[in-house]
């Protein structure tokens, strides 16, 4: 069955990021997180349908066979592709921000299609995790892009990978364009040919500082002007990649 005729035959359902290997027949029991939304949340009974996906691309149409306290379980009645992601191959090199921010700069990234993200330290960037306080906060970025994918019909979940410095980001980027939130002249989407991978580097709320531009100057980015007003860190991936999906990507 295909992904367009299971949801026709049980219209719009809630989707499900379940990493587990999917196969007609099989029964999968749900994790906590998971589980805890199908019953506390959603109140859904025995015999309901609904979509999990595996975060690698593979998405399946199930059905709810048990619904307790202790567990619950489905039945895969259909595997399929799933079939959203973009031509375009963005990796996002984001400054670590405060509180929300970095969370909403996360959940827009995901939506709009990245492929990978890195959390960036930065000269002025005022974020440093170390030890327990860093894993927690990677886990805790990861869940919010496994959740942006549940929304957004995405049935690969990007990467967001450890914090690292800008400078070994820098020195690990091979994508043909690469481009920095910064002062520019020129068009940088006047190209005759379309990229089929893009590095994108944000800055922190103050900006990047003179030696992270060289630095990035470099490494062969190119600046990125998004107009004449002054947009929060948190709102310029956002803007940035729907450039970018929409000169090269599927917008």
Same mark, same amino acid.
């Given at each position: 069955?295909?992904?367009?005729? /299971?949801?026709?035959?049980?219209?719009?359902?809630?989707?499900?990021?379940?990493?587990?290997?999917?196969?007609?027949?099989?029964?999968?029991?749900?994790?906590?997180?998971?589980?805890?939304?199908? =019953?506390?949340?959603?109140?859904?009974?025995?015999?309901?349908?609904? %979509?999990?996906?595996?975060?690698?691309?593979?998405?399946?149409?199930?059905?709810?066979?048990? %619904?307790?306290?202790?567990? =619950?379980?489905?039945?895969?009645?259909?595997? /399929?592709?799933?079939?959203?992601?973009?031509?375009?191959?963005? *990796?996002?090199?984001?400054?670590?921000?405060?509180?929300?921010?970095?969370?909403?700069?996360?959940?827009?990234? %995901?939506?709009?299609?990245?492929?990978?993200?890195?959390?960036?330290? @930065?000269?002025?960037?005022?974020?440093?995790?170390?030890?327990?306080?860093?894993?927690?906060?990677?886990?805790?970025?990861?869940?919010?892009?496994?959740?942006?994918?549940?929304?957004?019909?995405?049935?690969?979940?990007?990467?967001?990978?450890?914090?690292? @410095?800008?400078?070994? /980001?820098?020195?690990?980027?091979?994508?043909?364009?690469?481009?920095?939130?910064?002062?520019?002249?020129? *068009?940088?989407?006047?190209?005759?040919?379309?990229?089929?991978?893009?590095?994108?580097?944000?800055?922190?709320?103050?900006?990047?500082?003179?030696?992270?531009?060289?630095?990035? #100057?470099?490494?062969?980015?190119?600046?990125?002007?998004?107009?004449?007003?002054?947009?929060? =860190?948190?709102?310029?991936?956002?803007?940035?990649?729907?450039?970018?999906? *929409?000169?090269?990507?599927? #917008?």
């Amino acid at each position: 069955m295909r992904a367009a005729d /299971w949801y026709a035959a049980h219209g719009k359902m809630p989707r499900l990021f379940v990493p587990e290997v999917f196969s007609p027949g099989d029964e999968v029991a749900l994790p906590e997180g998971p589980a805890r939304h199908v =019953t506390r949340v959603l109140r859904l009974a025995e015999s309901a349908p609904l %979509v999990l996906f595996d975060g690698q691309g593979v998405e399946a149409g199930v059905r709810l066979v048990d %619904v307790s306290r202790k567990r =619950t379980v489905a039945r895969v009645e259909a595997v /399929w592709s799933g079939g959203v992601e973009s031509p375009l191959v963005v *990796h996002l090199g984001q400054a670590i921000s405060k509180g929300d921010r970095m969370d909403y700069a996360i959940q827009k990234a %995901v939506e709009l299609g990245v492929a990978a993200i890195t959390p960036l330290y @930065t000269e002025r960037g005022d974020v440093r995790l170390k030890g327990d306080r860093e894993e927690k906060k990677l886990a805790h970025w990861q869940a919010v892009a496994a959740s942006a994918c549940e929304q957004s019909g995405r049935a690969v979940v990007p990467p967001v990978n450890p914090p690292i @410095t800008l400078k070994a /980001w820098l020195e690990a980027r091979q994508e043909p364009l690469r481009l920095m939130l910064h002062l520019a002249t020129g *068009h940088i989407f006047d190209r005759e040919t379309r990229p089929e991978k893009a590095a994108l580097l944000i800055g922190p709320e103050g900006g990047l500082s003179p030696d992270d531009v060289a630095a990035a #100057l470099a490494a062969e980015f190119a600046p990125l002007t998004l107009g004449p007003r002054v947009l929060r =860190t948190e709102t310029a991936p956002v803007v940035a990649l729907t450039l970018l999906q *929409h000169y090269f990507g599927d #917008l």
